[in-house]
């Protein structure tokens, strides 16, 4: 079992920047894949990134490339995501993903609003 709690999110203007943290607690983070998603109103969740177990790959949405960051810290098991130069239209709900083995888990998720 993995459990996954974000934190982070809030209201900010176009332009801006958030960091989302995601704590995680259960089975060893260092053997745990990684990532977040996210779920606009009335659409499906959508991956936004990935970081490989050591945090030496990671990969992206096409929407979110060169502007969010993902990055984990193995020592606290918790994983960051840096966005940047935030658009109207990165406004979700943005949950952490953990899978270990093929199987997932997911936080509550944390909400990221920005306004025009």
């Known amino acids: 079992q993995v459990q996954v709690a974000e934190s982070g999110g809030g209201l900010v203007q176009a332009a801006g920047s958030l960091r989302l943290t995601c704590a995680s607690s259960?089975?060893?983070?260092?053997?745990?894949?990684m990532g977040w998603f996210r779920q606009a109103p009335g659409k499906e969740r959508k991956f936004v990134a990935g970081?490989?177990?050591?945090?030496?790959?990671?990969t992206y949405a096409d929407s979110v490339k060169g502007r969010f960051t993902i990055s984990r810290d193995n020592a606290a098991s918790t994983v960051y995501l840096q966005m940047n130069s935030l658009r109207p239209e990165d406004t979700a709900l943005y949950y952490c993903?953990?899978?270990?083995?093929?199987?997932?888990?997911w936080g509550q998720g944390t909400q990221v609003t920005v306004s025009s």
């Open positions: 970081i490989s177990r050591g945090g030496g790959m990671t």
């Open positions: 993903n953990a899978n270990f083995r093929g199987d997932d888990y």
């Open positions: 259960g089975r060893a983070f260092k053997d745990v894949f």
